[in-house]
C-alpha cells in the first residue's frame, strides 16, 4: 500500500506537470490503451452465456498515461489532468451501461459520452456526443456567480448533446435535461449509474432510481468515453451489454476511428 501511495503521488506531480507546462497539445502523439470493464451481448445473456463477457479496451484521444490507473482491486483511478478523454476501442449502439464513480476532490468534475465521435475539434479538448454528467455536489458553490450558487440541477446527473449533437431533453434546463430528484453522493462517496441506451433515447437511473433521459439525439452510435476534466475520479464495475441494433442512418452513426 505504502509503494502504491508513492506511485499514485509521483503520478499526481508528472500530471501537474504536464498541465503546467501546456503537453496537452502533444497528449494525441502519446499512444496508449488500457483495459478495464467489461462487456457482453443480450443474446449471450439470455442464452446463458454471461460468462463470455470481454474486457473493455481504452485507448488514449487527448490525455496522456500517467492519469489512468487500474488498481489491482479493479478500480480506475484518473487523475483529471490534462483535460480530454480516452474512448472505447469499439462503438456501442443499443446498450445498457453500469457504472460506479466517486469524485475524491471537493468541486470535481467529469462524466462519460456516449455515442461519441471521439475526435475533439478545434480548440476543444472533448469530443462531441451525449455527455452523462458526474459532478461533484460542491461545484455548485465552488463556481458560484457573484455569491449565488450555480442550479442544483448540475450536480445530480444532467444529460445532454454535445459538440453539434443535438438532443431533446426530458426534463428540460434549456438544451439540458436535468434528474427530476437530487440522489447524487458527495466527496468519497460511491454513486451508480445505470444507462439505458436504445434509438437515440437514453434514461438514467442515479443511485438506484431512473430520474433523467434525452431522446431524439441526431447520433445514436458511436464510441464511449470516459472524461478527465480536472479532478481525481474514480471509477468501478463497468459493464456494458449490448443490445440488439436498430434502423439507424449513415448520418447517425460517428465516424469509425483507426485503432
Known sequence: ???????????????????????QVNAQDQAFEFEFGSDNT???????????????KWINVNTVKEGWTVGEDGVLVNLGHPIGVVRSEKQYENFIMHVEWRHMEAGGNSGIFAWSGADPKGNSPLPDGVEIQM?????????????????????????WGVGGVVTKPDNPRGERSKSIENRAKGKGEWNTYDVVCVDGVIKLAVNGKFVNGISKSTQKKGYLCLESEGAEIHFRNLKVIELPPGVTSPEQIAPLLSN
Request: glycine fraction near 8%; proline fraction near 3%.
Open 135 to 159: 459532478l461533484e455536489l460542491d461545484w455548485v458553490n465552488i463556481n458560484a456567480k457573484d455569491g449565488v450558487p450555480q442550479p442544483i440541477a448540475y450536480v445530480h446527473g444532467e444529460v
Open 42 to 56: 443480450w443474446e449471450n445473456m439470455i442464452s446463458g452465456k454471461s460468462g463470455e463477457e470481454s474486457a473493455i
Open 1 to 23: 500500500m505504502k509503494n502504491f501511495s508513492i506511485r499514485k503521488q509521483i503520478a499526481h506531480l508528472s500530471v501537474v506537470l504536464i498541465a503546467l507546462t501546456g503537453v
